[in-house]
């Protein structure tokens, strides 16, 4: 199994978790004031992907929405 992560920059984020089953787990107030700079946040959805078997995480702002990670298990 490999994690791919893709990242851009730090900023508040919420997380949606995916499963294959197509359930989905919305964290609100994920954001880098609690775990830290998105590498940070990474690590925390890397461990909850695994944990929980999900099959990824968007990573969005809490502003605008925007996808600003990828986190997709392979």
Known sequence: MAINIQHTYT?????????????????????RHDYGDMDSIAECICRELIKHNFSYADVCSTETGEVLMKIERS
Request: glycine share 0%; aromatic share 28%; proline share 5%.
């Open 11 to 31: 900023t508040p984020v919420d997380i949606y978790f995916y499963s294959k089953e197509d359930h989905t787990l919305y964290c609100y107030a994920f954001n």
